[in-house]
């Protein structure tokens, strides 16, 4: 499907199902969030698109398509949520101490990391990002439609890929 097919479907389709979007958005989020969620829905459909068999009304996929969003979105909503309310009430806890390990090029050697994951290919750099923001295996399955397996054994194959290819910057920083 080219891009302009899939431009005029997506049209077609909000021209007919806007609601549904408008009623999920307004059934998950609050009124101050409700726009970014109706940009994810909206960029969620708009992708799905080409993934449309026409084995069920448009209705009913724009509508999975929407509530599947929108159930990620809140999701990754409440995981951040809790994780900063964690942090809170750890940093509220006890005053931050200078960590021994941090040196000056810390600032360098995190872009650098960075950098390596920017090179994989997304869906390795999403498991990895997943991965790092404490994501169980079950929620990046979940999120990505693989087994938990898969994702275990992907994971590991990442994290030996960066180690090795941080250590080969490292050797040539020296």
Not at 17 to 24: C, G, K, Q
Not at 88 to 105: G, K
Not at 127 to 150: F, M, R
Request: aromatic content about 6%; some cysteine.
């Amino acid at each position: 499907m080219t891009t302009d097919e899939q431009n005029r479907h997506f049209q077609a389709w909000l021209d007919r199902h806007a609601a549904v979007l408008h009623h999920v958005a307004n059934g998950f989020a609050e009124p101050g969030d409700r726009p970014d969620l109706m940009q994810e829905l909206l960029l969620a459909v708009w992708r799905a698109v080409p993934a449309f068999r026409g084995g069920a009304l448009t209705s009913t996929f724009v509508y999975r398509v929407a509530h599947n969003a929108a159930l990620t979105w809140r999701r990754t909503r409440k995981n951040y949520a809790q994780r900063l309310a964690r942090f809170e009430a750890m940093a509220a806890a006890e005053p931050a101490a200078p960590c021994p390990a941090v040196t000056d090029r810390t600032p360098e050697a995190l872009e650098q990391v960075y950098a390596a994951i920017r090179q994989l290919p997304p869906v390795d750099r999403s498991l990895i990002l997943l991965h790092l923001d404490g994501v169980s295996y079950a929620g990046i399955a979940e999120i990505h439609g693989l087994s938990e397996t898969n994702v275990g054994a992907r994971l590991t194959r990442l994290k030996q890929k960066l180690v090795t290819s941080l250590e080969a910057l490292a050797h040539e920083l020296r």
